[in-house]
């Protein structure tokens, strides 16, 4: 069985500044896809950010960027530039590549605050 | 492009009573999902429907939990009768079937059973 493990349950970080959020997961498949979703109090979950598990280059979305290490089964996000608006609950999640359920399996999350 | 809609919002019931949440997911979106997001945890997924069929259910506690999906597109999940563990928010989820990965998700309803 899958697992995905986040192990910060709580960070914050100053406007503008830079932040890494970490999650790692196990698994002994080896088709499959990661992905950082973005829960603010509105309770929405939004895509952040997904990787491929065949690419061997981290995904990057304009200031979120990945650290993917597949050996290490680690899969980081980085902030850049962190904005008031990146405030949320963010979680890792993992997908096996299958021809049937494509459930996610989700971390327990880490509250992410951006201080002004 | 309209989102997914789930209703209602907030959701107050006793224990033993029943219950029922209503998704319609983007137009065109061939598979739905219902999350259960316990206060503090991640979603864990409850069933998942490909079209009207069901995909997976493996994680739906089966005698109190129910689930359909009219016609493929807008679905009901019901728990009859409730139980206090059953207190979280429900979250309904749409993509399409291109194997992309990106799952669109709902604003959720959140249940409290006392």
């Known amino acids: 069985a899958q697992t995905v493990t986040q192990s910060q349950p709580e960070m914050s970080v100053q406007e503008a500044e830079t932040v890494t959020l970490s999650c790692t997961y196990d698994t002994s498949e080896n088709n499959y896809y990661l992905f950082w979703y973005k829960q603010p109090p509105s309770r929405q979950m939004i895509l952040v950010i997904r990787?491929?598990?065949?690419?061997?280059q981290n995904a990057t979305e304009n200031r979120f960027s990945v650290n993917f290490q597949k050996a290490a089964k680690s899969f980081s996000l980085k902030i850049s530039d962190s904005q008031l608006g990146d405030t949320a609950m963010y979680f890792c999640a993992f997908m096996k590549q299958q021809w049937s359920s494509d459930k996610l399996i989700f971390g327990t999350g880490t509250r992410l605050q951006v201080f002004p | 492009e309209a989102g997914v809609a789930q209703s209602p919002r907030y959701k107050i019931i006793e224990k033993r009573q029943s219950v029922a949440f209503w998704c319609n997911p983007i137009s065109g979106h061939a598979t739905l999902y219902w999350y259960q997001q316990i206060l503090g945890q991640g979603p864990k997924l409850l069933i998942q429907?490909?079209?009207?069929?069901?995909?997976?259910d493996s994680q739906l506690p089966k005698d109190r939990f129910s689930a359909e999906r009219l016609k493929g597109v807008d679905s009901t999940l019901k728990i009859q009768p409730a139980k206090l563990e059953d207190s979280a928010v429900y979250l309904c989820a749409s993509s399409l079937r291109d194997w992309q990965g990106e799952q669109y998700f709902g604003p959720g309803t959140r249940l409290t059973v006392t």
């Open positions: 429907f490909q079209n009207n069929g069901v995909v997976d």
């Open positions: 990787q491929e598990a065949y690419k061997q």
